[in-house]
């Protein structure tokens, strides 16, 4: 095995002395917003869409961005590396109070006890970001790859690795360097060396990419990472592919303690019910169900807990679980989509794609709280202030089964405008599952000022394990599109596939007879379109059910021509 570029030990100094620096207050404001290049022809996803595509939110905020307009005091606004914080949202008169940024995880100091990703996530920190497994004629190569003096991550390091990398191989994330200076470094599951890196990139940052087809697996904190079960955070930053996931089972997204010691906590999406909102699991309860919706457009996500209970934060949405929670003291845990890192079942529904992490053991003040989220903003272009809003309803055909890396067909078509995404859709769900997804779409949708769902299901219903009849399929879909259409959506529905024993002929009788009214219907798999042969396994897999990667980009581009302009109209 190959090993390329060493780091000074003295990363560790460094990297405590910049957080001193930090917690001192001798670091400026500054902002590193980033975008996505343009025309790079590598191939790799890049999202979001350049921010001149977010129907007019690329603005300072002003006077009537209010109560009206659905903002909220305390809500975030990022334009260019500039944050604002909104002090007053009085109608008419609104009042956005610039804010000073620094690095996510100094708003952590000096209780940050993990910092890492693929940006300096602690201001002033040169030193090893991650640790890259590539095959080379067949042999395992190890390179580092580091965050330079000026705070930069070295992409011509890894294009060099990619570049050298055997045919049909990824390159996959050994280790993940602590940047706090505590030397608690992130190591890949023995075994399990899934996590890509080099093919999905938000707002111009590499990522630590998931997905359904990697494989399950993750990392491991390790046990000396320790934190109190009743104070403590963890952040991300980056996105998710999807909001749902069918596996409470999961720690999606992170694991903390270990369940053998009697203290453990996890937070994930969706539990076995399907229903699109973030829960959480500890000592007390397996499952209690927030009223916190992620987004899987780039944002910020944290958890953190309190003597008194939970918050929730992702974008400029929040939720509080109020449960008394015992002191107590949990060690290491796990990130990734698998069951408690332990058995190994299957990937989970729910995928990442990080830039950083950050893991504290004292939860922020309020101030602490709004630092973080603000420095994320900027370092992660990410633009809380959107209000323009997507959800998709569905089955495996949108939350990408068979696919790498997340990129299902509602992410990649964040590549063509920038709004709120909401993927809510399940592998395996049937229309019954379907409906209990609504009452996510409709939480999302309050705030919201333009409002598109996707609907696009049915499939399951047939299988012998549910035995739903095409004349409930029809009812379930109806139901749907009413509720979401009463909730002030825009409805656009996915005709069904050609596939064996899909009910596409009983939808589209439905439609045409009024029975099931979408304000836009979409058939992407006509005898005269792409998608219509699902024998074509270029666009579709090998099973004549799941399109392909190359049929997610095909599904992207047609179902964005018929629901872009009503979630971006034209300015």
């Not at 940052?205 to 993750?218: D, I, R």
């Not at 990408?400 to 709120?420: A, F, I, K, T, V």
């Amino acid at each position: 095995m190959a090993r390329h570029r060493q780091w000074p030990a003295k990363r560790k100094r460094q990297a405590l002395a910049a957080l001193a620096l930090v917690a001192m207050g001798a670091y400026p404001p500054q902002a590193w917003a980033a975008s996505c290049p343009v025309g790079t022809g590598d191939g790799v996803v890049c999202v979001p869409a350049a921010d001149v595509l977010s129907g007019g939110m690329d603005r300072a905020p002003g006077a009537h961005d209010d109560a009206r307009a659905g903002y909220a005091v305390g809500n975030l606004w990022q334009v260019d590396g500039r944050v604002w914080r909104a002090a007053s949202v009085a109608a008419g008169a609104a009042r956005w109070e610039l804010v000073p940024t620094a690095r996510p995880a100094d708003a952590l100091a000096p209780h940050a006890v993990f910092a890492g990703g693929t940006v300096r996530m602690v201001s002033g920190y040169v030193g090893p970001a991650v640790d890259v497994e590539t095959r080379q004629q067949g042999r395992v190569v190890v390179t580092t790859i580091g965050i330079g003096a000026d705070g930069e991550f070295d992409h011509e390091a890894l294009r060099a690795a990619l570049a050298g990398r055997d045919a049909g191989t990824f390159a996959t994330v050994l280790r993940v360097y602590d940047q706090s200076g505590h030397g608690h470094d992130l190591d890949a599951t023995p075994g399990r060396h899934v996590v890509h890196i080099g093919e999905v990139r938000v707002a111009g940052h590499e990522t630590l990419s998931w997905g359904e087809e990697n494989g399950p697996g993750g990392f491991v904190i390790p046990a000396s990472l320790k934190v109190p079960a009743d104070d403590f955070f963890f952040g991300s930053v980056g996105t998710y592919a999807s909001s749902n996931s069918g596996y409470a089972a999961y720690p999606v997204p992170v694991l903390l303690g270990d369940a053998t010691r009697g203290r453990e906590f996890k937070t994930f999406f969706g539990s076995y019910s399907l229903d699109g909102f973030t829960h959480i699991a500890d000592a007390a309860s397996p499952d209690r169900r927030t009223d916190l919706v992620i987004t899987n457009s780039p944002a910020a996500f944290d958890v953190y807990a309190t003597r008194g209970g939970y918050g929730l934060d992702c974008a400029n949405a929040s939720a509080r679980l109020a449960s008394p929670i015992a002191p107590g003291q949990m060690n290491g845990g796990y990130i990734g989509f698998n069951a408690d890192g332990g058995p190994w079942f299957s990937q989970g529904r729910n995928t990442g794609q990080w830039t950083g992490l950050v893991i504290a053991d004292k939860a922020p003040d309020a101030a602490g709280l709004a630092a973080f989220q603000a420095a994320a903003a900027a370092v992660g272009n990410y633009m809380p202030q959107l209000r323009a809003t997507l959800v998709v309803i569905g089955d495996s055909r949108s939350e990408g089964y068979r696919l790498s890396d997340g990129r299902n067909w509602p992410y990649l078509m964040q590549q063509y405008g920038r709004y709120q995404s909401y993927d809510l859709a399940v592998s395996g769900a049937t229309t019954r599952q379907m409906l209990g997804m609504v009452p996510a779409a409709e939480a999302v949708g309050r705030h919201a000022s333009q409002r598109v769902a996707v609907v696009f299901g049915g499939y399951n219903d047939h299988l012998e394990y549910n035995h739903i009849p095409p004349d409930e399929t029809v009812r379930n879909i109806a139901l749907m599109v009413r509720r979401l259409k009463k909730a002030g959506f825009t409805v656009a529905l996915v005709d069904e596939t050609s596939t064996a024993g899909a009910p596409r002929e009983a939808l589209r009788a439905a439609v045409r007879d009024g029975t099931i009214t979408p304000d836009i219907e979409i058939d992407p798999f006509a005898p005269d379109q792409p998608l219509y042969n699902v024998e074509n396994h270029t666009n579709w897999s090998s099973d004549d059910t799941h399109p392909s990667q190359i049929g997610h980009a095909i599904l992207a581009s047609m179902i964005w021509k018929r629901v872009g302009p009503s979630l971006l109209p034209p300015r």
